[in-house]
Antibody, heavy 120, light 108 residues
Framework: EVHLLESGGTLVQPGGSLRLSCAAS????????MAWVRQAPGKGLEWVST????????FYSDSANGRFTVSRDNSKSTLFLHLSGLRADDTALYYC?????????????WGQGTMVTVSS | SYVLTQPPSVSVAPGKTARITCGGT??????LHWYQQKPGQAPVVVMY???DRPSGIPERFSGSTSGNTATLTISRVEAGDEADFYC???????????FGGGTKLTVL
């Protein structure tokens, strides 16, 4: 069964940094764009970042731009999100999601998420 | 930036039809997807490209678009359909995905 498994979420102080990982299995990871989507407690889904299949093209939301960096290691079928300059409003469950191949396709596979809590 | 507007909540009795709307300018010109998120679970796609059901999604789920509003319709609603539903499109000015605020479906 195709699978995404996030890890790396933890409690971090404001201004701190963190790296999230997402391990993919049972599908050709290097063929698909990937994304990070977060969900603050009790709130809706908020897109954070997208990376192309090759890793050469990245996109960021306004809130992530300049503070977060998305990357991938296709040899290890793993997606990363480096978070820095963390703020309380970055507290959220961070999901990684696989995007389909067409340009405007849906996110057709999601992990279970990893929780990031920013607090002193 | 592009905005999608959903009602915060929809309530329906079992066996009846639920209609969840998603409003956006010229939404019919965009590729629209719907996700269902049950409590404590990750989102799951229930409708691709307005009205294309993924395998495993019941035929009771259907989608449509008219004017500036897209609608996810769930017929013969069951207790197990209770969830948050999100619509999503792509802002073609910057290739950013946009999610609606979500609608909580309550089965009475």
């Amino acid at each position: 069964e195709v699978h995404l498994l996030e890890s790396g979420g933890t409690l971090v102080q404001p201004g701190g940094s963190l790296r999230l990982s997402c391990a993919a299995s049972r599908f050709p990871f290097n063929n698909f764009p990937m994304a990070w989507v977060r969900q603050a407690p009790g709130k809706g889904l908020e897109w954070v970042s997208t990376i192309s299949a090759s890793g050469t093209t990245t996109f960021y939301s306004d809130s992530a731009n300049g503070r977060f960096t998305v990357s991938r290691d296709n040899s290890k079928s793993t997606l990363f999100l480096h978070l820095s300059g963390l703020r309380a409003d970055d507290t959220a469950l961070y999901y990684c999601a696989k995007k389909g191949l067409p340009r405007y396709d849906a996110f057709d596979l999601w992990g279970q998420g990893t929780m990031v809590t920013v607090s002193s | 930036s592009y905005v999608l507007t959903q009602p915060p909540s929809v309530s329906v009795a079992p066996g009846k039809t639920a209609r969840i709307t998603c409003g956006g300018t010229n939404i019919g010109d965009k590729s629209l997807h719907w996700y269902q998120q049950k409590p404590g679970q990750a989102p799951v796609v229930v409708m691709y490209y307005d009205n294309d059901r993924p395998s495993g999604i019941p035929e009771r789920f259907s989608g449509s678009t008219s004017g500036n509003t897209a609608t996810l319709t769930i017929s013969r609603v069951e207790a197990g359909d209770e969830a948050d539903f999100y619509c999503q499109v792509w802002d073609d000015t910057n290739d950013h995905p946009v999610f609606g605020g979500g609608t909580k479906l309550t089965v009475l």
